[in-house]
């Protein structure tokens, strides 16, 4: 079955403890990327990936880093966590366009993650 | 830049009528335009799409949507609306100059019985 799985699915954690939040597809997708999701925000774009060893920032990527070591992984690390990135994470997974430097726009999500930082 | 707005954070409608739920976008080259779902406590799944060519494109569970240029809109309907149907929906873009999306707040649905 087509998937994107993130674990852990809910966190909760205090201010300053390291935490990673893993994402795999099984897909062979090119494309990965995560998002948060606030109330009254939408869904806004952390960081993304075009392909193994290429990351490049979204609308809101401090606080978090990520890396692309294999094609089907794409880790999620909060090195500090504070309060303000309390909130839902979603990975996303999608082809790339064979002509331009795009993905599809077909993504493919994980079922969420929630974190809350104390 | 770009960007889209979804100008309703709910919209409530009786089972069997007709729904729509807004979306305008804001690009500078060609855009493609994208609607997702979202059920309470899951990811989000793709709806439909548009890259090019009919204005009306149709997607999975029966939603449709219209893409307007002159009002740079691309609305979500159903003729007739499902219970089932409640949950929040997405409207996304990408300009032809950009490499990923940018999604709306999100609209509300609900279907009342």
């Known amino acids: 079955e087509a998937q994107v799985t993130q674990n852990p699915r809910y966190l909760i954690t205090v201010t300053g403890k390291k935490l990673t939040v893993t994402c795999s597809q099984n897909m062979n997708h090119e494309y990965m990327s995560w998002y948060r999701q606030d109330p009254g925000l939408g869904l806004r774009q952390i960081y993304y990936?075009?392909?193994?060893?290429?990351?490049d920032k979204g609308d809101v990527p401090e606080g978090y880093k990520v890396s692309r070591k294999e094609k089907r992984n794409f880790p999620l690390i909060l090195e500090s966590p504070s309060p303000n990135q309390t909130s839902l994470y979603f990975c996303a997974s999608s082809r790339q366009l064979k002509t331009v430097t795009a993905n599809t726009g077909e993504l493919f999500f994980g079922e969420g993650s929630r974190l809350t930082v104390l | 830049a770009q960007s889209v707005a979804q100008p309703e954070d709910q919209v409530n409608v009786a089972e069997g009528n007709p729904l729509t739920v807004k979306c305008t976008y804001s690009?500078?080259?060609?855009?493609?335009l994208f609607w997702y779902v979202q059920y309470p406590n899951r990811g989000l799944q793709f709806l439909l799409k548009?890259?090019?060519?009919?204005?009306l494109v149709k997607g999975s569970y029966g939603f449709e949507a219209e893409f307007n240029k002159s009002q740079t809109s691309f609305h979500l309907k159903k003729p007739s609306a499902l219970v089932s149907d409640s949950a929040l929906y997405f409207c996304?873009?990408?300009?032809?100059?950009?490499?990923?999306?940018?999604f709306g707040k999100g609209t509300m649905l609900l279907v009342s019985p």
């Open positions: 996304a873009v990408r300009d032809v100059g950009y490499s990923t999306l940018t």
């Open positions: 990936s075009m392909n193994v060893e290429v990351t």
């Open positions: 690009v500078s080259g060609n855009p493609y």
């Open positions: 548009y890259i090019t060519g009919d204005n």
